[in-house]
T-cell receptor, first 111, second 118 residues
């Protein structure tokens, strides 16, 4: 049984600050996706990472896939109110399996 | 259509009644997923379809829950004899495939159906 944990569960910071959220598993990922969900909407895919140690940037968002393929992080630089939402990591444990969603980090950015 | 659509957007029902929730996936997507999301929580997997068959029903919480997919397209999630603990947002997603290389299994979500059981 794979254990998947996202931390922190909740994060409230001031506009302009930097932050990092984490996704950790007890098992090795085949690949991992990050989604963001805004209130009243379904999750939207942000990025897919497939290679251990991989770093991807999406404007002010930087995604890292751990070397051991058991963890990932999302770093946001100069957070803006539009970054508010629920950030979900979704790993796959093998190329043949479905993705699993973490419980998410709920991010709130204060103007 | 351009995206995944779900209907109704909101459903209020009395305890004990049956409800049907509908999902129209993106045209050409062979995989379809149902999730449940309680207030402030993450996504709870219910079931997924590859074509019209359901290889994984492991997330259905009880035998009151069932789902079907016809013609490799529209899916219906049925909850019989609804209970108050069934109140949640039910999300549907579709992807090109259920597995395989990156780019083929990214999920596209609908806006959800908010179910309230009174």
């Amino acid at each position: 049984t794979q254990l998947l944990e996202q931390s922190p569960q909740f994060l409230s910071i001031q506009e302009g600050e930097n932050l990092t959220v984490y996704c950790n598993s007890s098992s090795v990922f085949s690949s991992l996706q990050w989604y963001r969900q805004e209130p009243g909407e379904g999750p939207v895919l942000l990025v897919t990472v497939v290679t251990g140690g991989e770093v991807k940037k999406l404007k002010r968002l930087t995604f890292q896939f751990g070397d051991a393929r058991k963890d990932s992080s999302l770093h946001i630089t100069a957070a803006q109110p539009g970054d508010t939402g629920l950030y979900l990591c979704a790993p796959r444990y093998s190329s043949a399996s479905k993705i699993i969603f973490g419980s998410g980090t709920r991010l709130s950015i204060r103007p | 259509g351009a995206g995944v659509s779900q209907s109704p957007s909101n459903k209020v029902t009395e305890k004990g009644k049956d409800v049907e929730l509908r999902c129209d996936p993106i045209s050409g997507h062979t995989a379809l997923y149902w999730y449940r999301q309680s207030l402030g929580q993450g996504l709870e997997f219910l079931i997924y379809f590859q074509g019209n068959s359901a290889p994984d029903k492991s997330g259905l919480p009880s035998d009151r829950f069932s789902a079907e997919r016809t013609g490799g397209s529209v899916s219906t999630l049925t909850i019989q004899r609804t209970q108050q603990e069934d109140s949640a947002v039910y999300l549907c997603a579709s992807s090109l495939l259920a597995s395989g290389l990156a780019g083929s299994y990214e999920q596209y979500f609908g806006p959800g159906t908010r179910l309230t059981v009174t």
